[in-house]
């Protein structure tokens, strides 16, 4: 080992410093298999100070640091470059709960702690954590805090920017912030928590936080619905929040060609093939039957082209696992070009329009597969060719996101609406993003992380070169 790694050993412990191949293989490869690194070593701190003495030591050692959560980044932001001088400090180690307040509805955890795990230690508090994403068996606190996660029910609590109460975050210097605070109103200054959320590890490792708690609902109404069109579909949406308010949790959309493939992989699954398919749910306090009954009464006032409720759990889980098995059927049907976008829910039928109608006439043999979380307009807009061979869609990739971008860009919204930018949109996020919030985002970096150390080479840090190890 280098001096510099017997120095990390002596702070983490020397069976917490990975640098064999093998060990550090999880850690270099990125979920999509699109990125591949090569790290000086793997270091799991144990605890808040552990990793305030390592930042200290990188800083004095010129060596940049990766953080790493679950590693199920969809656009390569916890990946090491292929130098092999890179640090990744992966935070599976510094997992407890720290504190519950039922009074207060909030929780303290730490980072490594696992999105599912969280959402245990809550439902045994009779308490609802209520993100909720397909990855929580892996992803960590930290890694949803530091791609501010959304998912299935941000329609209804927000994305972990509203979830998040207080943080406890090491700065690039080793210093340490502790905001680990319950409170739900706080003027005195700026919320200077909210710099860390989002900002995929390039500004702080953040080490703890404390969320919000929700009363666990007791009662749902989940139902599959079939409309004639993405407008069907808007109005839809909105007539329900006006009808149920806040208990409106989900509102999921798929378009046609994505229930021909879960036919195609889960044949005889779907209760019914339609233009577009909405998968909603209801959740409130009191028992299901009666919100059931309420969602069938005021369902039967409403135009739709078909429609089943889910009369037991076992019923809503299988409506909730067609809508889940999604990612993975599109994955076994072969390779799309995938955007995670977002528009106004209102925006969403003329975006689709208009964006099907330009890659059709750039690309004939385009297929686009649109789903997602319609209700906070966020949709996963993934693109493949039709053709038999699939292979010439890769080399069409910049071509094909240009197209999509402006369109998003052209109804106001964001080609990031969950997963992040990492190393896959860091080009097009200098395109898009207004250059004053840029110019913003530059000088906050400037600020905690002169250096440049934190998470070199994604969006915020350029690549390093004269980093040692
Ligand atoms: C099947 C699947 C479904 C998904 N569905 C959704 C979804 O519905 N909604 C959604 O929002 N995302 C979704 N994602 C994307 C991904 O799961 C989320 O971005 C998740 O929040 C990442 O958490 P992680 O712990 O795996 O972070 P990682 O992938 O390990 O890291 C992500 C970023 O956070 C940084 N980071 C990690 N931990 C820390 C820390 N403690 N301090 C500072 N920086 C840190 C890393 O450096 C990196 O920049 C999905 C991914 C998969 C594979």
């Not at 519950?100 to 909030?106: K, P, W, Y």
């Not at 994955?331 to 003329?350: E, L, Q, T, Y």
């Not at 999509?404 to 097009?428: C, N, P, R, S």
Request: glycine letters at 8%.
């Amino acid at each position: 080992m280098s001096h510099f790694l017997d120095a990390v050993a002596a702070i983490v412990g020397a069976t917490h410093v990975l640098t064999l191949p093998e060990d550090t293989a999880p850690f270099t490869l990125d979920y999509r298999r699109r990125y591949q690194g090569q790290p000086l070593a793997v270091v799991l701190p144990g605890t808040t100070a552990e990793v305030a003495a390592l930042l200290q030591l990188c800083q004095r050692q010129q060596v940049a640091v990766v953080p790493q959560g679950g590693n199920t980044s969809t656009c390569g932001a916890a990946t090491p470059d292929g130098s092999g001088r890179q640090l990744v400090v992966a935070m599976q180690r510094l997992n407890r709960l720290r504190a519950i307040d039922t009074a207060n509805n909030s929780i303290t955890v730490e980072a490594g702690m696992t999105l599912a795990t969280l959402q245990q230690r809550a439902a045994e508090a009779d308490r609802l954590f209520p993100l909720s994403l397909a990855s929580e068996g892996s992803c960590q606190i930290g890694g949803n805090l530091s791609t501010n996660a959304g998912g299935l029910a941000v329609l209804r609590y927000g994305t972990m920017r509203e979830l998040t109460l207080g943080l406890e975050v090491v700065l690039p210097d080793g210093r340490v912030l502790h905001q680990l605070s319950g409170l739900r109103k706080d003027t005195s200054g700026l919320d200077v928590k909210q710099l860390f959320i989002g900002a995929e590890g390039q500004l702080g490792l953040i080490t703890a936080a404390t969320l919000k708690l929700f009363p666990l609902p007791t009662a749902h109404a989940t139902a599959w619905l079939g409309v004639d069109s993405s407008q069907a579909a808007i109005d839809l949406l909105s007539a329900l929040r006006q009808a149920f308010g806040d208990r409106l949790t989900t509102f999921e959309i798929m378009s046609q060609p994505c229930q021909q493939l879960l036919e195609k992989y889960h044949p005889g699954q779907l209760p019914f093939i339609q233009p577009w398919a909405v998968l909603i749910e209801l959740s409130d306090s009191g028992d299901s039957h009666r919100l059931q009954q309420q969602l069938v009464d005021w369902l039967s006032t409403q135009q739709l082209a078909d429609g089943v409720l889910a009369h037991s759990e076992a019923e809503r889980q299988q409506l909730w696992q067609l809508r889940e098995a999604m990612s993975e059927t599109q994955k076994r049907d072969g390779a799309s070009i995938k955007h995670d976008i977002g528009v106004p829910s209102s925006a969403i039928p003329a975006f689709l329009a208009d964006c099907e109608a330009a890659l059709r006439a750039a690309f004939p043999s385009v297929r686009i597969i649109a789903f997602g979380h319609a209700g906070d307009g966020n949709l996963h807009y993934n693109i493949s060719y039709t053709r038999p061979d699939n292979a010439e869609l890769f080399a069409d990739e910049e071509r094909v996101n240009a197209i999509v971008y402006d369109l998003v860009y052209q109804h106001q919204g964001t080609l990031a609406a969950e997963h992040g930018i990492g190393q896959l949109k860091g080009h097009w996020l200098q395109r898009y993003q207004d250059p004053v919030a840029l110019q913003l985002m530059q000088g906050v970096k400037q600020l905690l992380d002169p250096q440049g150390l934190m998470n070199p080479g994604k969006w915020l840090s350029p690549a390093r070169s004269d980093t040692s190890g």
